[in-house]
């Protein structure tokens, strides 16, 4: 139990709410009476940070993972949850698979903290081969609904919904942090912490691995560019970021590593810029400062005019020496801030994000942590107008929340007019998005909806928004998962909406008529070891394995080879000593050079010295432990335990083992009563008295 609070209902004296670590929320009665109720289990909540949210393209359905191994399907709309699964690792990204992959829409990839990427279906529980479509989901979950509403205990029934694993991948070695399916469901691109991005192809029922692109540092996010299907837009977290062109399917052409080698990688490397952003808004601020005062003074001028001429100089004089003190002021101020600025670690942050804006798939945005936060950073790839490519072209200055500390987007995505975002400070907010007559893409931070809901230490980790833009949900390292009722104009995300109607619709015959039936998932195996094999590493095992055979194979071979040689030679000296003594050869004639036996016995000895400076330490280790064994254990005996055994009778003398007097007891003994008694103490000891 973590937490316990008594419910306020005098009726009720001994009712506790409880949440304990696993999550669940329960209320107890820890009365010692005998009619004291059993536990009552109220909900079940995320225990860990919730890494990772999506929703269902076509229906109010949404899926989480969290740090804890816990993955949740629930229906939004009628607040309820659907089903859950323990994996055996923590989550740390999810993605509700699209009808490209799965026309029933009933399949999530979860991305876990081990490198495993897991395929799950939502299944029947009575019934694991069965597969819910996301029609029927809904239809079951109204139905369950409808009877718990009404509180109809002699007819109510359970969800018959579980999610039963399809696949488990490991391309990964460390967390996979971004997942993501490009338009038309026939590529998976996954990025990990252990820097490397791996690429799937679709097949009928399976994934195959098509190979990895390795990267500077570890992967912030992933994302396909709008316009193409093997476009990928890759944002590291020390600023290193790639726009590659992969292949679409497998080459099989290098049997020894799944490592490509893209030819076209556009770079970006981010420069931190912050410094001159923040010396040209204090330029603009301390000219704003100066133009106010000068309208002032001329404002006081005016008002003076009919004064005599004293009475303004004498103005004049007084008014230099506050100016004076204001531009000493200033100046110490000036100095102060340059002592501050000297003490803030100008090390340049970790990239949070990056993404591709919708109305200028050319250019992309990024949000940077550390020292780097405050700003959404507009950024291009290198062009022929683009002679800087590793500075962004543009930045906005986000509002600050906090005195002295920037606010950092941690997660945001773009959805019609609207920038949607988290923050590392729990907030949630909104803007709208213009593009200005030159094309220029713009966040209007001036328009903004936000909302404090996730705690002000926790960041927001991810933030959706559902398929007909009605509600919004948000995750973040607080444990919580928030839904929220939007009110947006969702006028951009008609044609959208509509056009997943249209193919909701268009297979709806099709998901009627079609059985629900899978494979047999039962023989399914899951990767529980955390140091299994990744893709990679089990390829290059099995090219070690294929190399290490072809050599134990030539290995053979050369030994049948040197084999037979050796026979042709016994039988050839045989034949030779057969021969009569004047006619033998003698064996200095089988050398074939006297220098090659010299430099074998000079090989042979070095290897023999070697060994022996090898072992050297070894056995120096050896005979120390030895010693040290023998001085803690016999050094100090006097005479060990002798045992004598009769044959004929079951009878057996034996002596003691005694252990010798410390020295300072026998010297102790010569100062007490001379060198006899300790010579006779010595002898007592010796004959075991």
Not at 314 to 338: L, M, N, Q, T
Request: proline share 3%; aromatic share 8%; glycine share 6%.
């Amino acid at each position: 139990l973590k937490t316990l609070s008594k419910i306020a209902d005098p009726e009720f004296p001994s009712l506790w709410f409880a949440q304990d670590a696993a999550g669940a929320l329960w209320k107890l009665d820890i009365s010692t009476l005998h009619t004291r109720k059993a536990p009552e289990r109220l909900a079940t909540f995320h225990s860990g940070s919730v890494n990772g949210i999506d929703v269902c393209p076509v229906s109010p359905l949404a899926c989480s993972v969290s740090s804890d191994g816990c993955v949740r399907v629930q229906n939004f709309d009628l607040k309820l949850l659907i089903c859950s699964e323990k994996m055996l690792s923590g989550g740390s990204s999810i993605l509700w698979a699209p009808a490209t992959i799965d026309e029933k829409l009933t399949t999530l990839i979860v991305g876990c903290s081990d490198g495993v990427v897991r395929i799950m279906l939502v299944t029947k529980k009575s019934d694991a081969q069965y597969q819910w479509t996301s029609q029927s989901l809904l239809d079951h979950c109204e139905e369950i609904y409808e009877q718990q509403r009404y509180s109809l205990p002699a007819t109510t029934k359970h969800l018959d919904v579980q999610l039963s694993l399809k696949e488990a991948l490991k391309p990964h070695t460390k967390s996979v942090s971004s997942m993501m399916i490009n338009k038309d469901g026939s590529l998976l691109a996954t990025g990990s912490e252990d820097g490397n991005v791996f690429l799937f192809a679709r097949g009928d029922s399976r994934y195959s691995p098509i190979g990895y692109i390795e990267m500077p540092s570890a992967i912030a996010s992933l994302q396909w560019k709008p316009s193409t299907n093997t476009t990928l837009l890759c944002c590291c977290t020390e600023g290193e970021c790639s726009e590659m062109v992969v292949p679409d399917k497998p080459s099989g052409g290098n049997s020894e590593t799944f490592c490509l080698q893209l030819p076209d990688i556009k770079s970006f490397n981010f420069t931190s810029i912050k410094q001159r952003l923040r010396k040209e808004e204090e330029d603009a601020r301390l000219a704003a400062e100066a133009e106010e005062r000068r309208k002032k003074k001329e404002e006081e001028g005016e008002a003076s005019d009919g004064e005599e001429d004293t009475e303004e100089k004498k103005e004049a004089e007084a008014s230099d020496e506050p100016e004076k003190g204001e531009e000493e002021e200033d100046g110490d101020e000036e100095k102060e801030d340059e002592e501050d600025v000297e003490e803030i670690d100008t090390s340049q942050g970790k990239v949070l994000f990056g993404c591709y804006a919708d109305d200028a798939p050319d250019t992309f945005i990024l949000s940077v942590g550390g020292f780097d936060a405050g700003y959404i950073y507009h950024c291009r790839f290198e062009t022929a107008e683009n002679e800087a490519p590793n500075e962004p072209f543009s930045a906005s200055s986000l509002p600050q929340i906090e005195e002295n500390k920037d606010t950092a987007m941690t997660t945001g995505f773009f959805s019609g007019s609207y920038f949607f975002a988290g923050t590392n400070n729990g907030m949630l907010r909104v803007h709208e998005t213009t593009v200005d007559k030159e094309g220029v893409f713009k966040i209007n931070f001036d328009s903004t909806w936000s909302l404090s809901m996730h705690d002000v230490t926790a960041a927001v980790h991810h933030v959706e928004i559902s398929h007909d833009g009605k509600y919004l949900l948000s995750s973040g390292s607080d444990s919580n998962f928030f839904i929220y009722k939007f009110g947006g104009d969702v006028s951009r995300l008609e044609e959208r909406i509509a056009k997943a109607a249209e193919e909701q619709r268009a297979k709806a015959e099709a998901e009627k008529a079609a059985a629900g039936l899978v494979e047999d998932l039962s023989s399914v195996r899951d990767i529980d070891d955390p140091s299994a094999y990744s893709i990679e590493e089990a390829k290059q095992k099995a090219e070690h394995d294929r190399r290490v055979k072809l050599a134990e194979k030539k290995k053979l071979e050369t030994k049948r080879a040197v084999e037979l040689l050796r026979r042709e030679f016994r039988t050839l000296f045989g034949r030779d000593e057969a021969l009569p003594g004047h006619m033998r050869l003698s064996k200095l004639d089988f050398q074939m050079d006297p220098l090659i036996q010299k430099e074998v016995e000079k090989t042979v000895e070095e290897k023999i010295d070697t060994l022996h400076r090898e072992f050297a330490w070894e056995s120096e280790r050896t005979k120390l432990q030895l010693q040290k064994l023998q001085d803690r254990f016999k050094a100090n005996v006097e005479t060990e335990k002798i045992v004598l055994v009769a044959f004929s009778k079951q009878t057996e003398v034996s002596t003691f083992r005694l252990v010798r007097p410390p020295s300072e007891v026998i010297a102790l003994a010569e100062c007490t009563f001379g060198a006899q008694t300790s010579s006779v103490l010595q002898d007592m000891t010796k004959r075991g008295l």
